[in-house]
């Protein structure tokens, strides 16, 4: 495959948030705030730390939320300026990253996540490489986003590389599970939640991913798996009969699946108690709370 470099990522959020309701029943899932900042905000940055500059958001008509997020909001602006808080614009000017564009496709649809990534095939050309961030997950690394981490790797590799996370040995089968090889951890296989004593190692597939063009053809033409859905997997294990794929380990970091209950709570924790103005209150509350028990 000729090498080009990754400018473009999509990001499903067309789903129909079903672990959340009723909170997602008016309000789009990756719309939830973390802390101060919807999830799909943290997502669109560590876009654009990795260096995307074209995201390629695939939605819903229940989801204008999300794009009206990203766009200018002049009455709130005008009526900021009016009552003298222009400091308050700040966190607004911070909503899009510099230099990024957004786009929307739609997914009519929910019928699973490769369909959702094919929604998106009109606006990435045949020979053009890209990502797919899953706005549900994030992924927080004290020095660098996992995305930007991925890129270095595939700009040595110069093909598929999917992040893959350890997860503890008696939870391989809540995940997806890599089987790889060797030291630059090439990918051999992919099983769907597997037993534990089936499992072919502790490195479970984490929702971002660099794809080579070669998948979206695949994907045209793979038909509805698990659930009557178009499976991302199914098209990834046919891409790799024919390429070669990378893992790359995300280590010294930690994800959080937002679209579950427990994950999305713990990351409003952590991200709390790390926060720059609020963390130390924070801690000092939530220790008052552990003296209480
Ligand atoms: P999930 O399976 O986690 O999201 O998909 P969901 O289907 O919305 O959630 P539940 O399981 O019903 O609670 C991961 C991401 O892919 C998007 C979702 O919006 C989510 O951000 N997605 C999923 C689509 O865009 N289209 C689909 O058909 C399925």
Redesign the pocket.
């Known amino acids: 495959m000729s090498y080009k470099p990754l400018t473009k990522a999509i990001l ?9 309701l009723p909170a997602t029943k008016a309000i789009p ?2 719309m939830l705030t973390v802390v101060d900042k919807p999830l799909i905000q943290y997502i669109v940055h560590e876009a654009a730390e990795a260096g995307i500059t074209d995201i390629i958001l ?1 939605t819903h008509s229940s989801k204008s939320a999300i794009e009206n997020h990203f766009d200018k909001h002049y009455e709130l602006e005008t009526e900021l300026k009016l009552r003298g808080k222009q400091d308050r614009m700040q966190p607004l000017k911070e909503i899009t990253p510099e230099g990024v564009r957004l786009v929307s496709v739609r ?1 009519p649809e ?4 490769g ?2 990534i094919l929604c998106a095939a009109p606006v990435i050309a045949d020979n053009e490489p890209f990502a797919v961030l ?3 997950v994030l992924m927080h690394h004290p020095e660098k986003g996992c995305l930007a981490q991925m890129v270095e790797a595939y700009k040595k590799m110069h093909t598929s590389v999917v992040a893959l996370e350890e997860v503890p040995n008696d939870q391989v089968e809540k995940y997806g599970i890599a089987a790889v090889n060797g030291p630059d951890l090439r990918i051999t296989e992919l099983v769907e939640k597997p037993s534990v004593e089936e499992a072919p190692s502790n490195l479970s597939v984490v929702g971002r991913y660099i794809f080579t063009p070669r998948l979206m053809n695949i994907l045209k033409d793979t038909k509805p798996g698990a659930g009557g ?1 178009i499976q991302l997997t199914d098209a990834m294990d046919t891409l790799l009969e024919e390429e070669v794929m990378f893992g790359f380990e995300f280590k010294d970091g930690k994800s959080y699946d937002c ?1 579950d209950k427990q994950g999305y709570l713990q990351a409003n924790v952590e991200y709390a108690l790390r926060d720059s103005i609020l963390g130390d209150d924070f801690k000092a509350y939530l220790q008052t709370l552990e003296l209480e028990k």
């Open positions: 499903p959020v067309a789903g129909l948030g079903t672990r959340f899932k990756e695939v997914q929910a019928l699973g996540l369909h959702a899953l706005p549900d859905e679209g």
